[in-house]
Structure formats: structure tokens, C-alpha cells
């Protein structure tokens, strides 16, 4: 790999003189600058109008099905949906064109808390609540939301590119996808997998509403640990702990562990509650642990989960002191009435007034929020619906373990191993009133309860027609766990249910691994008897470019539609995939969306260049050309030629190999590569000398090579850019009116039969890569020099052997050209050389670059001069740093690696620049070629 300092240098010169544009005076065939906004609207309308992205099982093929993460109904793109979603586009396309029957399903998550707050907030600025209009007329307003505002992000996703089958696009609370809940729903109450019962919840006091445990986000939060003295009834006293002190009024024991022999003696007695002074007994239970603090706890069976395991198994009272919205209620007796922390505040002051405070100490631990409101959640003793998980996280552990379902990285596996196997029960009602509502009814008439998929009218048991049903609503990952078969049509049994299930690949966020993933896995295995994918790609976290979190509370986001505006959804897509490494969180700024929008500009001008050539060459078919094998002549082929044969047929082969992967950012790298280095920067400059010369066949072989290799360079970078590519399609011959690149073959390798025929051997491309190495070489030493690109020099090479310098003269022409030289002298093996001159040494020999008459040795060595004792100065300050203890102590290890590897660079750079200045000061004879 060469230094920092020769690529830049290399990239100046290639700049300079490399550019693939049309001359300004040429005919204007196509517009000098790419406008993505009209090429985006222009083919995004024409793709979805023409039925290019919808699919039908009736087509039968080999089926490639993937359904989208649904996106809340209330949600606008952002930069995560914009990672996910190119992800899943780039797999999507690149399938399509392997001729598989591709279907991504679209469709919005209802997102029942999200959603009400949203509506209740729209409400609250006309002065209504929710109760003050009633459920029905509430759920109107809605419905009413959502079809103003619901389509949002569908629109958004068409900007981006997505190649969804709009016209099978769901909702979860669509009339298909409802059915599908009561049915799963009914036939799990039926089983007795659906229950109900009395247990601590995770409660939102904002939201009034139940949260699964992965609803509940905990943060490390600065709080408090008070030490609080518990009088024992007839003398004494114990001392316990507490995070939560409002909530002891709710206390209905202590308890210690049974082999604490300290407080042996007391089990069986009560102590005094302080600020109630009620009786409370003191129970030994092993769930207390005696090395912690005092090794008493205070059990609150309302308001802990864990307190309420030890109640059930010593059969205490459970006392609930407060109220939904997180006031205390009549159960705390003075307090009630007061928001929770207030009440906090007065019983820690009261206890100090007291005497009970022993002391207070501050304690950093992890709180649960709300993951919609960030609300601090209350642990809160409810009757709630639950599903039993055990019987159904069985068969879904078996099918990660068995290899059915991968995932990709690996390492996600065992994170999902942990969780299933240590799975709790799943609370799945929620007291709002925007979902399914649960289908439970209740007859007043003999109190039977039971489950149904539609309203009925009379109870099945007495016929009485008093009946009501449950209140709540179902969880919003109820519907979304049957999303990859409800989609489908499930429960009816069609076509497409059976063509496209099992989906194949899902992608998706590491943070719904247990959302949504892990559950999808388990109701798959239930209902459908398969596993409802076979792979799960988990990309990472979206973050900026100082590693955090994109949020608008920190105003780092970035919109994705501004990316958009300002640079093309090409560029936002290529960019992403550019920087994503498989698994990895991506860190971005604005300007690391430039790398997608100067490709997008490479490739429209490489094209520009190609097309002004084709356009003057008559008879030949250049959608044919595309289309198959290229006619090409063994006799007409240059090494250079074969060597693009020979890197396309590896660029096919490794980008092909890396979707297989789902390493999408290897594989965008490999077509990046290829057509900016391999393509436009070394055949296109070296083919112009073909392409401008009087030789008619030599320039038709060109052109016919050049077509097969930038149609099949576009079918590489389509999935990652499909506007450009299908303009580019278009503009250059290879589609007609009514096709799409979407829908051309996927690119293979040619046979090894062809590539032999035509000449294409390791030693040819070898060969060619070691010319390549020469040249930049080259260019290298004329950067360094200081010497002006636009100035002919002479170069003279030392090849290694007879043979090479027979090859490179062959070449003589085409290196004359790419190294803008006005001769060059190639000298076999040992050849002495009349004059002391730098050089690099390559594969092929040593070239070297004559100063005579080209530079000012004085001035020279004064610039790098300069230069040196500014490295200096910098390396200096690294050493001192590095040396310093408490620096190396201190300071982040990513930090210190930042350093070391500054170090490493200014190091190599003095080394080079001290090189240059003693060639300057005549104190050294450079002719001894140094390494490249």
C-alpha cells in the first residue's frame, strides 16, 4: 500500500490528467452534469407504474421474500430506516437480477402508544381529552390521523430507492392482519398459553399503560441509597436500604436470609414500620442476600417484582400506595395525593425528623424508562394478560441452534441464547385504546369467560346476550410477530402463503433482536411449523462522527432527505454501504456523503466519454453488445486489454461472493475499485490512444470490450445506485424503451474456455499490475519533486531482465502517455546509468527520474527543509505525550492508538523528506533505488 503522501500525490496527478469527460466543444449527447433529481422522480414513477417491483406466485422460479421491518405509521425516515432499508434494497435487487421471484412486502406498524400520544396530543391543543369524547369517536380521530398523515414514510422510502411491491403493502391493523391476531390469540387462550393474572408490571405513569420487560429501557442513573432504622416490636432495632424510600409505605415484611445467624432470633417477630408505625413480620427467605448491605430488605409486594415472589411464597398482603399516574393514593395514608418523588422527598425528611435516617449515601444504578415517553417506569402490582413463553421459545432455541436460522454477525446468537433461555412471561395488554382490542368476552348473566375471533352475540354457554368485552388492547408485537406470514394472507391458506414462506433474509437493528426477532422466530415455529427466515443480517447503530447516538435532544441527527436534496439518494445509499462494516455501528458526518456523490460523478463522465466515441462509430449494435458475449478478436487484444477481462471477471466473482456474505460494504469497495481505479483511471486513459488513432478495427474491439464491461459494471453498482444505473442503462444504448436494468442478468465470469482463448493468463494480468506499479511510481517521484504535472519529463527504467525491457517497450507508447513523459529511456538488467538520479524500485525494474534542468536544487531543499522541521516539531510533541505516564494512564485507549499511529506516519514522512533533502543538497546519490 503506498504512503499517504504518494497517493495524494498519485491522486493530484490522476486528477490532473485522468479525468474521463467529453471536451466542451463535443456534441451535447448528454448532459455535462448529472441532475439525480430529475433521473430519481423520472425512473421511481416508471419502475412502480410499469409493475417492475411487484411479484406473483403464479411466475413460479425459485422464490427470494423478505418483509420490511415495519416502521411506525407515526414515523418519518431517519438515519437508521435509511441504513436498514438500502440493506435490504441491495439484497433485494441484486436477487432480482439473479432471476429469483423477489417479493419486499412494505407496510407500517400501528404503533399503539405512539400513535395515541400522538392523537391525544393533537387533541389537548383543542382542549379535549380522549375520555371526554369516548373510545369510539376517539378511534375515528384516529383512523382519521392516519390517513392524512400514515403514508408519510412510505413516501419517504420510494425517495430512497426502495424497491418494495407497494401493491402488496400492509398495515397491522388492517382487516387481514386483525384476523390474523384473533386467530393466534384464541388458539393460544385455547391451549392455555394465554392467561391472566395479578403480577408486578412495568407501568408507564405517563402513558397509563402495562410495558413488556423490553419495553422498560434502563439507564444508569445518579440516585440515592438511604439507610433507614425498622424499631423491633419489644426492643431493638434492624437497618435496611432502599433506592425507593416512597414506596415502604406500601412495606408488608422484612426479610433475612435463613442462614444468617445474626438474625436468627428475630424471624418470627414484627417490626415497626416507621411514619405508619404498623406491624410488619420479618420473614427468612433465601432470595436475600446476606452479603449485601445490612442483609435485611424491606418487601413491598406491590411495587417489586422480586418482593412480590417472596409475599406469594409467605403469603403477604400486597398493598398498593399509588395511583396510575404516579401519585400516591389513600393507601399512604398523609401522602396521598403527591406525585411520587415529591412524596419521595417528604417521607426521606420525615424519617430524618424522626430519627429513622442512619445516613444516606449516593448510589449509581440502572432505572427503567419508558421506551416511548422516557418516563421513569413504576413497578406496579396490575392484572395484566400474559403468554406463557417457555413452550414456545423451545423450538425456536432449536432452530438457531441447528443452523435453520443464522445469524449474521455470529456473535448475536449467543445474545439471543441467553435471553430465550432465561424467558419470562410476556405481558401483552395495555390499558389504552388504540390496537386489537383483546377478543376476551365476559357474560354478566353466568360469569363464563372466553375468547372469540369475531363479536358475538350470546354467550355460548347460557345464551344470555349480556356480554362485554376485555378493555384493553394487545401489545403492538402481538401483530408484529405474525408479520412474515400475516403479510402473506395467513390464516387462509393461498398461493403466496405458500411460495413465499419461509422469507429468506431479515434484516434488522440489534436492539429488536427481543421486540421482534426472537419472537417472530417463535410464533413462526407455532404456527406455520418452519421458522419464518433462514438468515438474520443485524447491521449497527447509526451514531455520529464523535461515536454517539443520533438524537434530536443532542441536535446531532441527519436527515435523510436533506442527504437527499443536496447530493441524491445514490449518494446517500453508496455512501452508507461504503462505510458500513458488517455488523459494525456507522459513524457519519455530511461530508462522508460526498465519497457516493463524486462516484455518481466519475461514472456519469467515464459514460459521457464512452458515448462520444460510440456515437462516431457506425454499425454496431451496443444493446446486443451488452446483452452477450462480445465479439472479440484473440489477434486485435493488447495485454491491457485481457488484464480488464481478467479484473472483471474477479470483480464479478468477489462482489458476488460478498452479498452471498451480506458483507455489502466489501462488495461495494469492489465495484468502487473497479471502476475508478481498474475501469476509468487505467483503461479509459489507456485506451484513448486507441480511441483517437486511425486503426478502425483496433477502435470497434475497444469499444465492444469497453460496453461488455461497463454494462456489466452497472449491474454491480445497481443494487447499490439504481438511478444512475438505469439512466446510464438507458442513455447508453443497453435497455430498450421498456426494459430495466433491474431485471438484466445478474453478471457471470466468462468460461475458462473464452478468457484462454483470448489470451488471458495469470502471467498477462501480473504482468500488467506490475506496469501499473511502475507508472505510479513514476507519477510518485514527479510529486515529490515538486515537478509541475502538465511539464514533459524524461524517465529512464532499469528493467530487471531482457524480457521485461522488451515488454515495456512494446508499451512504450502507452507509458509515454501515462507518465506524460517526452522520452523514456528502458534500460535491460544491469545497464550502467550515465547519471546519479532518484528512482523507486518495482517489480519490472527501477524507475528513475533525471533532475537536470527540472528543478532548483536551492529551493528545493529549502521547501523541504521546511517541511522536515515541522514533522520534526510534531513528532517531538507525540513522544513527549506518549512518554508522559499519566497521559498513557489517562487518556482513552483509542486516543493513545491515534498517537502511536501519528507516530508511525510523521516517522515514515521525515524518513522520506530527509531522502529528498540530501538529494537536494547533493549529499547523497539516490540511485540506489529505494522501496515504493
Not at 299 to 316: E, G, K, S
Not at 374 to 397: G, N
Amino acid at each position: 500500500m503506498l504512503p499517504v503522501f504518494v497517493s495524494a500525490a498519485v491522486l493530484w496527478f490522476n486528477y490532473i490528467f485522468c479525468k474521463s469527460e467529453a471536451p466542451e466543444n463535443d456534441q451535447d449527447f448528454m448532459d455535462k452534469h448529472y441532475d439525480p433529481k430529475t433521473v430519481e422522480n423520472k425512473w421511481y414513477q416508471w419502475w412502480e407504474q410499469s409493475g417492475h417491483f411487484h411479484a406473483r406466485a403464479a411466475s413460479g422460479g425459485d422464490p427470494y421474500s423478505v418483509v420490511i421491518p415495519p416502521p411506525n405509521v407515526t414515523g418519518i425516515l431517519h438515519m437508521g430506516h435509511a441504513l436498514n432499508n438500502t440493506i435490504q434494497d441491495v439484497l433485494v435487487r441484486w436477487r432480482r437480477m439473479q432471476g429469483r421471484n423477489t417479493v419486499w412486502i412494505p407496510g407500517t406498524d400501528h404503533a399503539g402508544i405512539a400513535t395515541q400520544n400522538v392523537v391525544e396530543k393533537a387533541l389537548r391543543k383543542e382542549g379535549v381529552q380522549r375520555h371526554d369524547i369516548g373510545r369510539d369517536k376517539f378511534l375515528e380521530r384516529v383512523w382519521q390521523w392516519r390517513g392524512e398523515y400514515g403514508g408519510t414514510i412510505a413516501r419517504q422510502l420510494r425517495k430512497l430507492g426502495a424497491s418494495c411491491d407497494w401493491r402488496r403493502e400492509r398495515f397491522t391493523m388492517d382487516e387481514g392482519l386483525s384476523e390474523a391476531v384473533a386467530e393466534v390469540f384464541c388458539r393460544l387462550y385455547d391451549e392455555g398459553l394465554i392467561y391472566r393474572g395479578n403480577y408486578i408490571v412495568n407501568w408507564c405513569p405517563r402513558c397509563h399503560t402495562a410495558l413488556s420487560d423490553e419495553e422498560s429501557e434502563h439507564q444508569e442513573t445518579a440516585g440515592h441509597l438511604w439507610h433507614i432504622r425498622y424499631p423491633v416490636t419489644g426492643g431493638g432495632e434492624v437497618v435496611l436500604a432502599t433506592t425507593r424510600p416512597e414506596t415502604m409505605l406500601g412495606d408488608t415484611a422484612v426479610a433475612v436470609n435463613p442462614a444468617d445467624d445474626r438474625y436468627r432470633a428475630l424471624v418470627g417477630k414484627t417490626v415497626i414500620l416507621p411514619l405508619s408505625n404498623r406491624e410488619i413480620p420479618v420473614v427468612a427467605d433465601d432470595y436475600v442476600d446476606r452479603e449485601f448491605g445490612t442483609g435485611v430488605v424491606k418487601i413491598t409486594p406491590a411495587h417489586d417484582p422480586n418482593d412480590f415472589q417472596v409475599a406469594q411464597r409467605h403469603n403477604l398482603p400486597a398493598m398498593d400506595v399509588m395511583n396510575g399516574d404516579g401519585t400516591m393514593n389513600d393507601q399512604a395514608g398523609k401522602y396521598a395525593g403527591l406525585d411520587r418523588f415529591e412524596c419521595r422527598r417528604q417521607v426521606v425528611a420525615d424519617l430524618e425528623a424522626g430519627g429513622f435516617m442512619v445516613k444516606t449515601e449516593p448510589h449509581q444504578h440502572a432505572v427503567g424508562h419508558c421506551y416511548r415517553c422516557d418516563t421513569v417506569v413504576e413497578p406496579r402490582l396490575s392484572k395484566q394478560w400474559f403468554v406463557r413463553m417457555k413452550p414456545l421459545a423451545a423450538p425456536a432455541i432449536e432452530a438457531v441452534r441447528s443452523g435453520k436460522v443464522r445469524f449474521t454477525p455470529p456473535r448475536w446468537e449467543k445474545t439471543y441464547f441467553e435471553w430465550m433461555e432465561n424467558i419470562r412471561d410476556w405481558c401483552i395488554s395495555r390499558q389504552i385504546w388504540w390496537g386489537h382490542r383483546i377478543p376476551v368476552y365476559t357474560c354478566a348473566a353466568c360469569g363464563h369467560e372466553w375468547a372469540a375471533k369475531s363479536s358475538p352475540q350470546n354467550c355460548p354457554k347460557c345464551g344470555k346476550s349480556e356480554i362485554t368485552q376485555d378493555e384493553d388492547v394487545l401489545d403492538t408485537w402481538f401483530s408484529s410477530w405474525l408479520w412474515p406470514f400475516s403479510t402473506f394472507g395467513w390464516p387462509k391458506d393461498n398461493p403466496d402463503l405458500k411460495f413465499y414462506y419461509p422469507t429468506h433474509d431479515l434484516a434488522t437493528a440489534p436492539e429488536i433482536i427481543f421486540f421482534w426477532v426472537a419472537r417472530m422466530i417463535m410464533a413462526g415455529c407455532k404456527f406455520m411449523g418452519e421458522a419464518p427466515f433462514s438468515n438474520v443480517y443485524i447491521h449497527g447503530t447509526v451514531r455520529d462522527d464523535k461515536g454517539r447516538k443520533m438524537s434530536k435532544s443532542l441536535g446531532n441527527s441527519i436527515d435523510p432527505l436533506d442527504i437527499i436534496e443536496k447530493y441524491s439518494a445514490d449518494a446517500l445509499r453508496f455512501s452508507l454501504m461504503l462505510i458500513t462494516s458488517t455488523g459494525m455501528d456507522v459513524y457519519v458526518n455530511m461530508e462522508k456523503f460526498e465519497i457516493g456523490r463524486n462516484f455518481a460523478t466519475k461514472v456519469w463522465n467515464a459514460a459521457r466519454f464512452m458515448k462520444m466515441h460510440m456515437e462516431k462509430t457506425d454499425g454496431m449494435d451496443w444493446h446486443a453488445l451488452a446483452h452477450g458475449a462480445p465479439a472479440l478478436d484473440a489477434t486485435l487484444l493488447r495485454d491491457d486489454d485481457r488484464h480488464m477481462l481478467a479484473r472483471c471477471d474477479a470483480v464479478i466473482t468477489a462482489v458476488t461472493g460478498h452479498l452471498e456474505n451480506f458483507r455489502l460494504q466489501d462488495g461495494a469497495l469492489a465495484v468502487y475499485d473497479f471502476v475508478w481505479t481498474d475501469f476509468c483511471d487505467w483503461y479509459l486513459e489507456y485506451a484513448k490512444q486507441d480511441l483517437y488513432g486511425e486503426d478502425a478495427a483496433r477502435r470497434r474491439q475497444v469499444l465492444a470490450l469497453m460496453t461488455d464491461i461497463f454494462a456489466k459494471a452497472l449491474k454491480l453498482l445497481h443494487p447499490y445506485m439504481p438511478f444512475l444505473t438505469e439512466e446510464l442503462w438507458h442513455q447508453m444504448g443497453y435497455g430498450a424503451d421498456d426494459e430495466t436494468i433491474m431485471q438484466a442478468p445478474w453478471p457471470q465470469p466468462f468460461a475458462a474456455a473464452e478468457t484462454a482463448a483470448w489470451g488471458v493468463t495469470p502471467d498477462v494480468t501480473a504482468y500488467v499490475d506490475a506496469k501499473r506499479e511502475l507508472v505510479t511510481a513514476g507519477r510518485a517521484l514527479r510529486a515529490d519533486y515538486n515537478i509541475a504535472p502538465a511539464r514533459f519529463v524524461k524517465y529512464v527504467i532499469r528493467a530487471v531482465d531482457a524480457a521485461a525491457a522488451g515488454r515495456l517497450s512494446a508499451d512504450l507508447d502507452t507509458l509515454k502517455q501515462q507518465l506524460r513523459a517526452k522520452q523514456i529511456d528502458i534500460l535491460a538488467g544491469d545497464a550502467d546509468v550515465a547519471q546519479a538520479m532518484p528512482g523507486t524500485l518495482c517489480k519490472l525494474g527501477a524507475v528513475c527520474l533525471p533532475l537536470e534542468g527540472l528543478v532548483d536544487a536551492e529551493a528545493e531543499a529549502a521547501r523541504v527543509k521546511a517541511e522536515l522541521d515541522k514533522a520534526r516539531g510534531f513528532l517531538k510533541g507525540i513522544e513527549a505525550k506518549l512518554a508522559n505516564p499519566g497521559f498513557v494512564a489517562k487518556a482513552p485507549a483509542a486516543v493513545i492508538d491515534q498517537q502511536r499511529e501519528k507516530q508511525q506516519e510523521l516517522t515514515a514522512a521525515i524518513e522520506r523528506l530527509q531522502a529528498l533533502y540530501d538529494t537536494f543538497c547533493g549529499q547523497a546519490l539516490p540511485s540506489a533505488a529505494r522501496p515504493l
